[in-house]
C-alpha cells in the first residue's frame, strides 16, 4: 500500500483508534451484571417489541435477573446457534428455521407462540390507490418484495402463486424491514409486509388487508437450547412468554394467535 | 514512492546492502508485522477451507451469481472512473489551494469514511430519493434514481471517493511545488504543469487511490442496499448476492465470496506492479 496519509488525518487514524479502544472496554463492562444472572434470549427481528416488553416484565418479577435480547433475522441468529453463541432461548419467525436447529440436537422441545400473516404497506394517503392484491401486478406501480431467499419473502411467493398472480417488483429486499423502509422512505409505492410491521410503523403507513394472505401463515416457534447452564430461567421465561400476560404483549402488537 | 528516475536507480542498489535496509527497519518490527499479517490472511485461509471444490464452479457460474459479478465489476468500473473525474481536481484544490476553511472542507470530504454505510445510504435517499432534496425536481425531469443501477454507482462512488482523494491529496503535498515552479517559470501553463509534471509525479499515488476507489466500490454493500434496492441485474451487485446467498445456500455465499476476493487481489496486484516497475 502506497498511500499516504496527512499528518492531521493519521492523528485523527490514532484518535478514532483509541476511541474504538474505550468504546470496547466500555462495552465489555456493561456486559457483568452486580452479582446477578443474565439470560440471553435471542429473537427474530419482528419479534423485538414484544421481546422487549416481556423481558422488562420479566426482569421485575425476578430482580437478579439481567435479560439481554440478541435480535437480528431468524436464520443469521441460527447460525450464530450453530457456531456457538451462548444464547440460552431461541425464538424463530419460522418453523423452518428452527427446524433445522431441532434436527441439529441443538434446541429443546419447540413450542408455538404467535402466527403472523402478509398485508399490504402503502405510504400514507395510499398514492398508488392499491386496494387489493391484484393492484401489485398492475404495471408502473413502483413494489418492492422480500426476496425469495428470505422467510417473508417465501411467503409472498405463496400467497402470490395461489392468487395465480405474477409480481414485477422494482426490488426484492433482504428482509421485510428493507421493505418497510422503501415504503417509510417513499420510495416504493406499495410493499408486502407482516400484519406486524404495518402495526409497528404507526402512522408512517397504510396497511392494505387481503384475503389472500391466509395461503401463508408464518409461526414463531420458541425454544431452549440444549446444554444451556440457566436450564430452569430457560424454561421460566419461555413459560413467560406462553402465558397470558406474554400472549396479550404479542396480541397487542398485531400477533395471531398460534 | 515518488523519488526522481535518478534516486530510484540509486535506492534499488542501495536495497542490496544489508546495513541501508536495517536503518530504517528495527528488528522487533518483524514480530508485530507477522502477527498483523497472520490477522488478515488466517481469515481468508479459513474462509477457503470452507470451499466445496467439487462444486465451485458451478455455484459461482450460476445465472444469479453471473448476472451480480457482471453488475458489480460494471458499476464498479463507471464509479471509479467517476471518482478520478471528480475527486482528482478536488485533492488538487485541497493540496495546492490557498482558500480559508480549507481543513474544514477536507474534513467534511472524508466524512463518508467514517459514516456507516446504511447512514450514507439514508442520507442519499434524503438528497435523491422521490421525497428527497433534488429527487422531486429530478422526477419532473423524468429522471427516477431508485432501484436503478445509477442509484448503485451514486452509492459506489459517495463512499469510494474519499479514498482516491486522501491518497492523491497525501502525495500531491509530500511531493512539494518545487517542480511545478521551475516548469511555471520555463513558461508552462497551469494545465500544462498539472498534465506534463504534477500528476506524473504523483503517479503512484493516483494509482494506489485509484485502486481502493475500485475496491472499495466493489465491496460496496450498506449504502447501495439500503439507497438503491436489489433486483436481479439491476441493482444486486456481488456483495447484497454474497449476503442473500446466505439465507439458504451459505456455500454459495462462501464460493462467492472468494470470488469477490480474487478480483480484488488480481485488480490490487496488478496496479501495484505497474505503479512500482
Same mark, same amino acid.
Given at each position: 500500500?502506497?498511500?499516504?496519509?496527512?499528518?492531521?488525518?493519521?492523528?485523527?487514524?490514532?484518535?478514532?483508534?483509541?476511541?474504538?479502544?474505550?468504546?470496547?472496554?466500555?462495552?465489555?463492562?456493561?456486559?457483568?451484571?452486580?452479582?446477578?444472572?443474565?439470560?440471553?434470549?435471542?429473537?427474530?427481528?419482528?419479534?423485538?417489541?414484544?421481546?422487549?416488553?416481556?423481558?422488562?416484565?420479566?426482569?421485575?418479577?425476578?430482580?437478579?435477573?439481567?435479560?439481554?435480547?440478541?435480535?437480528?433475522?431468524?436464520?443469521?441468529?441460527?447460525?450464530?446457534?450453530?457456531?456457538?453463541?451462548?444464547?440460552?432461548?431461541?425464538?424463530?419467525?419460522?418453523?423452518?428455521?428452527?427446524?433445522?436447529?431441532?434436527?441439529?440436537?441443538?434446541?429443546?422441545?419447540?413450542?408455538?407462540?404467535?402466527?403472523?400473516?402478509?398485508?399490504?404497506?402503502?405510504?400514507?394517503?395510499?398514492?398508488?390507490?392499491?386496494?387489493?392484491?391484484?393492484?401489485?401486478?398492475?404495471?408502473?406501480?413502483?413494489?418492492?418484495?422480500?426476496?425469495?431467499?428470505?422467510?417473508?419473502?417465501?411467503?409472498?411467493?405463496?400467497?402470490?402463486?395461489?392468487?395465480?398472480?405474477?409480481?414485477?417488483?422494482?426490488?426484492?429486499?433482504?428482509?421485510?424491514?428493507?421493505?418497510?423502509?422503501?415504503?417509510?422512505?417513499?420510495?416504493?409505492?406499495?410493499?408486502?409486509?407482516?400484519?406486524?410491521?404495518?402495526?409497528?410503523?404507526?402512522?408512517?403507513?397504510?396497511?392494505?388487508?387481503?384475503?389472500?394472505?391466509?395461503?401463508?401463515?408464518?409461526?414463531?416457534?420458541?425454544?431452549?437450547?440444549?446444554?444451556?447452564?440457566?436450564?430452569?430461567?430457560?424454561?421460566?421465561?419461555?413459560?413467560?412468554?406462553?402465558?397470558?400476560?406474554?400472549?396479550?404483549?404479542?396480541?397487542?402488537?398485531?400477533?395471531?394467535?398460534? | 514512492?515518488?523519488?526522481?528516475?535518478?534516486?530510484?536507480?540509486?535506492?534499488?542498489?542501495?536495497?542490496?546492502?544489508?546495513?541501508?535496509?536495517?536503518?530504517?527497519?528495527?528488528?522487533?518490527?518483524?514480530?508485530?508485522?507477522?502477527?498483523?499479517?497472520?490477522?488478515?490472511?488466517?481469515?481468508?485461509?479459513?474462509?477457503?477451507?470452507?470451499?466445496?471444490?467439487?462444486?465451485?464452479?458451478?455455484?459461482?457460474?450460476?445465472?444469479?451469481?453471473?448476472?451480480?459479478?457482471?453488475?458489480?465489476?460494471?458499476?464498479?468500473?463507471?464509479? &471509479? @472512473?467517476?471518482?478520478?473525474?471528480? =475527486?482528482?481536481?478536488?485533492?488538487? *484544490? +485541497? #493540496?495546492?489551494? /490557498?482558500?480559508? !476553511?480549507?481543513?474544514?472542507?477536507?474534513?467534511?470530504?472524508?466524512?463518508?469514511?467514517?459514516?456507516?454505510?446504511?447512514?450514507?445510504?439514508?442520507?442519499?435517499?434524503?438528497?435523491?430519493?422521490?421525497?428527497?432534496?433534488?429527487?422531486?425536481?429530478?422526477?419532473?425531469?423524468?429522471?427516477?434514481?431508485?432501484?436503478?443501477?445509477?442509484?448503485?454507482?451514486?452509492?459506489?462512488?459517495?463512499?469510494?471517493?474519499?479514498?482516491?482523494?486522501?491518497?492523491?491529496?497525501?502525495?500531491?503535498?509530500?511531493?512539494?511545488?518545487?517542480?511545478?515552479?521551475?516548469?511555471?517559470?520555463?513558461?508552462?501553463?497551469?494545465?500544462?504543469?498539472?498534465?506534463?509534471? &504534477? @500528476?506524473?509525479?504523483?503517479?503512484? =499515488?493516483?494509482?494506489?487511490?485509484? *485502486? +481502493? #476507489?475500485?475496491? /472499495?466500490?466493489? !465491496?460496496?454493500?450498506?449504502?447501495?442496499?439500503?439507497?438503491?434496492?436489489?433486483?436481479?441485474?439491476?441493482?444486486?451487485?456481488?456483495?447484497?448476492?454474497?449476503?442473500?446467498?446466505?439465507?439458504?445456500?451459505?456455500?454459495?455465499?462462501?464460493?462467492?465470496?472468494?470470488?469477490?476476493?480474487?478480483?480484488?487481489?488480481?485488480?490490487?496486484?496488478?496496479?501495484?506492479?505497474?505503479?512500482?516497475?
Amino acid at each position: 500500500m502506497t498511500a499516504v496519509l496527512p499528518r492531521r488525518a493519521r492523528a485523527a487514524g490514532a484518535a478514532l483508534v483509541a476511541a474504538s479502544a474505550a468504546v470496547v472496554v466500555t462495552a465489555c463492562s456493561t456486559g457483568t451484571t452486580d452479582g446477578g444472572t443474565t439470560l440471553t434470549v435471542y429473537a427474530a427481528a419482528s419479534l423485538t417489541e414484544a421481546f422487549e416488553q416481556i423481558a422488562a416484565d420479566f426482569e421485575t418479577e425476578h430482580p437478579d435477573v439481567d435479560v439481554r435480547l440478541g435480535v437480528a433475522g431468524s436464520s443469521t441468529l441460527a447460525a450464530q446457534i450453530q457456531q456457538g453463541a451462548p444464547a440460552d432461548v431461541f425464538a424463530s419467525a419460522d418453523t423452518s428455521t428452527m427446524d433445522e436447529l431441532v434436527a441439529d440436537g441443538l434446541v429443546s422441545t419447540p413450542q408455538d407462540i404467535a402466527a403472523n400473516a402478509l398485508e399490504i404497506v402503502v405510504p400514507p394517503g395510499n398514492p398508488a390507490g392499491v386496494s387489493a392484491l391484484a393492484d401489485l401486478a398492475e404495471p408502473g406501480l413502483r413494489l418492492v418484495v422480500c426476496a425469495p431467499e428470505v422467510p417473508c419473502g417465501a411467503a409472498t411467493t405463496a400467497v402470490v402463486g395461489h392468487a395465480g398472480l405474477t409480481l414485477h417488483p422494482v426490488s426484492e429486499e433482504q428482509s421485510v424491514t428493507d421493505v418497510l423502509g422503501k415504503v417509510t422512505a417513499g420510495e416504493a409505492d406499495a410493499g408486502l409486509v407482516y400484519v406486524t410491521d404495518v402495526a409497528r410503523a404507526g402512522d408512517q403507513v397504510e396497511g392494505v388487508m387481503f384475503r389472500e394472505s391466509a395461503a401463508a401463515v408464518n409461526t414463531y416457534p420458541i425454544a431452549t437450547i440444549t446444554g444451556t447452564p440457566r436450564p430452569a430461567l430457560a424454561d421460566e421465561f419461555v413459560d413467560a412468554v406462553l402465558s397470558d400476560d406474554g400472549r396479550a404483549v404479542l396480541a397487542d402488537l398485531g400477533f395471531a394467535a398460534p | 514512492m515518488t523519488a526522481p528516475a535518478t534516486t530510484r536507480a540509486a535506492r534499488r542498489r542501495a536495497t542490496r546492502d544489508p546495513a541501508e535496509v536495517a536503518a530504517g527497519l528495527p528488528r522487533w518490527a518483524f514480530l508485530p508485522a507477522a502477527v498483523g499479517g497472520l490477522f488478515v490472511v488466517l481469515p481468508l485461509i479459513a474462509l477457503g477451507t470452507r470451499v466445496d471444490l467439487t462444486g465451485y464452479w458451478g455455484l459461482v457460474t450460476s445465472e444469479s451469481a453471473r448476472a451480480a459479478l457482471v453488475l458489480s465489476l460494471r458499476t464498479a468500473a463507471v464509479s &471509479t @472512473l467517476l471518482c478520478l473525474g471528480l =475527486g482528482v481536481p478536488m485533492a488538487i *484544490v +485541497l #493540496a495546492r489551494g /490557498r482558500f480559508r !476553511g480549507r481543513n474544514l472542507l477536507r474534513a467534511f470530504v472524508l466524512v463518508p469514511l467514517v459514516l456507516p454505510p446504511v447512514v450514507g445510504g439514508v442520507a442519499l435517499l434524503a438528497t435523491f430519493g422521490r421525497r428527497g432534496l433534488l429527487g422531486e425536481s429530478m422526477e419532473v425531469a423524468g429522471l427516477q434514481v431508485a432501484f436503478s443501477t445509477t442509484a448503485v454507482v451514486i452509492a459506489q462512488t459517495f463512499v469510494a471517493l474519499p479514498f482516491l482523494v486522501i491518497s492523491l491529496e497525501g502525495s500531491l503535498r509530500s511531493a512539494g511545488t518545487r517542480y511545478d515552479v521551475v516548469a511555471a517559470s520555463l513558461g508552462a501553463g497551469p494545465t500544462t504543469v498539472l498534465r506534463r509534471v &504534477t @500528476l506524473p509525479l504523483v503517479r503512484p =499515488g493516483l494509482l494506489s487511490g485509484t *485502486v +481502493l #476507489a475500485f475496491a /472499495r466500490a466493489l !465491496g460496496e454493500f450498506g449504502a447501495t442496499i439500503t439507497f438503491a434496492g436489489s433486483l436481479q441485474g439491476v441493482t444486486r451487485t456481488l456483495p447484497l448476492e454474497i449476503y442473500l446467498q446466505r439465507e439458504t445456500d451459505p456455500d454459495a455465499a462462501v464460493a462467492l465470496s472468494l470470488l469477490l476476493v480474487a478480483i480484488a487481489v488480481v485488480v490490487i496486484a496488478g496496479t501495484h506492479h505497474r505503479a512500482t516497475p
